[in-house]
């Protein structure tokens, strides 16, 4: 069963490699490697999955290609397909954690990645025009689409996602023109996933509260798997929304407390800075994090903090997905949830197209950069026209970026 599926882990490995722009570039390099090259999803299920891991907590992007896994292999292949996606990502910031007194951080991001992020609004533009084909169809659907698009740009907020896919669900069943045509066998409910999830959630609290007080020689792993399992447990909007929280759990609570912190705010955004460079997903700040407040005891130490550290992030997201989907095949059978599809599907188009305004302000912040926006058209037009290899596309990018400057 597993060599059947080589050639789709392989895929997924290359994706880890060349997925940059954070969630907002991953969709689109789903697009063309999942849906265009190998067809593992369609268009459909791709908005489906994605829009199904936007109301979770934890990163909806490595959720929803593990989806992706699921279909094809069941749960054992999801797993797989974590691993591998999240591997390349956790090595390289695990050793940042070991190297960041060494490098030049600033230079990393100016030279070699000096076009990713234009490059990753290249990806988000054609991944919403291809949805855009499939989904958006009415009045109805683009006017939902539209109030997507200005609701994220104008209200920063991670909470916005779960709540524009509540208000489009409920406008979308104002119509009763959609009827529910093909009912499939219902799924399996694994209860034992939210059983595991509520019981690692208390264990994790107890263990960690009994290492600080009783003063454990090495509490403060303990206390990095309750704050990582926590964080990962309760966090929407990706990587970015975990940096308050880390800020606040291993800076600024132990100065309070009259401790030494985990690591001073310029670690911290160290670690920030080089991520948005990196390719995966950028909740593999975690390992670095994890890295760097075990750094104080040694080299064997500050590994089992990285390690630690990237467990309890995906953790809880992974128990939470797979108890949840389930239910959620289940439920979508039923006549109201969907008719709520239609107008789900219609947002997260408006919310990947408002992703993409959104990086391409940031990056003209300072003022209008004209090679920015060329390398937009640039990138949506080898996806668009070409048959060239989402790898080679981004890989170019890299090698004119390194060579230019």
């Not at 789903?30 to 090259?37: D, N």
């Not at 390349?88 to 910031?93: C, I, V």
């Not at 499939?134 to 916005?160: D, F």
Request: charged content about 10%; proline content about 5%; glycine content about 8%.
């Amino acid at each position: 069963m597993l060599f059947r599926h080589i050639p789709f882990l392989k895929a997924v490995f290359a994706y880890s490699l060349t997925a940059f722009g954070g969630p907002q570039g991953h969709i689109g390099m789903m697009v063309k490697t999942f849906v265009q090259k190998r067809k593992d999803v369609t268009e459909e299920e791709l908005v489906e999955y994605n829009a199904f891991c936007q109301m979770l907590p934890g990163p909806s992007s490595t959720q929803t290609v593990m989806l992706i896994g699921w279909k094809r292999g069941g749960i054992p292949l999801a797993i797989l397909t974590l691993l591998i996606w999240i591997l390349p990502a956790t090595l390289l910031m695990s050793a940042l954690s070991f190297l960041v007194y060494y490098i030049d951080t600033r230079n990393v991001q100016t030279n070699l990645f000096l076009y990713v992020k234009p490059m990753s609004v290249g990806f988000v533009c054609y991944a919403a025009m291809r949805m855009m084909r499939k989904s958006v169809r009415n009045i109805a659907t683009y006017g939902i689409m539209a109030g997507g698009i200005l609701a994220t740009v104008l209200i920063r907020s991670p909470w916005i996602f779960p709540i524009l896919l509540v208000v489009a669900g409920f406008i979308s069943n104002f119509s009763d023109k959609r009827i529910v045509t093909q009912v499939s066998k219902p799924k399996p409910i694994r209860w034992i996933n939210i059983w595991l999830f509520v019981l690692v959630f208390l264990i994790a609290g107890i263990l960690s509260e009994i290492a600080r007080r009783q003063h454990w020689e090495h509490r403060r792993l303990f206390n990095l798997f309750e704050n990582f399992y926590r964080f990962g447990s309760t966090v929407f909007g990706g990587g970015q929304a975990l940096i308050p929280m880390m800020l606040a759990q291993f800076v600024n609570l132990p100065l309070k407390r009259g401790h030494n912190p985990y690591m001073t705010s310029g670690e911290l955004m160290t670690g920030f800075g080089v991520v948005q460079a990196m390719p995966g997903p950028v909740f593999s700040i975690c390992a670095y994090t994890g890295g760097i407040a075990m750094s104080t005891y040694g080299p064997l130490w500050q590994a089992a903090g990285s390690a630690v550290s990237i467990i309890a992030i995906f953790l809880p997201s992974t128990l939470l997905l797979f108890f949840l989907f389930p239910i959620y095949q289940n439920l979508k059978q039923h006549v109201i949830i969907y008719r709520a599809l239609e107008g789900i599907n219609a947002v997260i188009v408006g919310v990947i197209w408002a992703s993409g305004i959104i990086l391409f302000m940031e990056i003209n912040r300072t003022g209008f950069d004209f090679m920015s926006l060329v390398v937009v058209i640039i990138t949506f037009c080898l996806l668009q026209f070409s048959k060239i290899p989402a790898p080679l596309i981004v890989l170019g990018w890299l090698l004119l970026g390194w060579t230019l400057h």
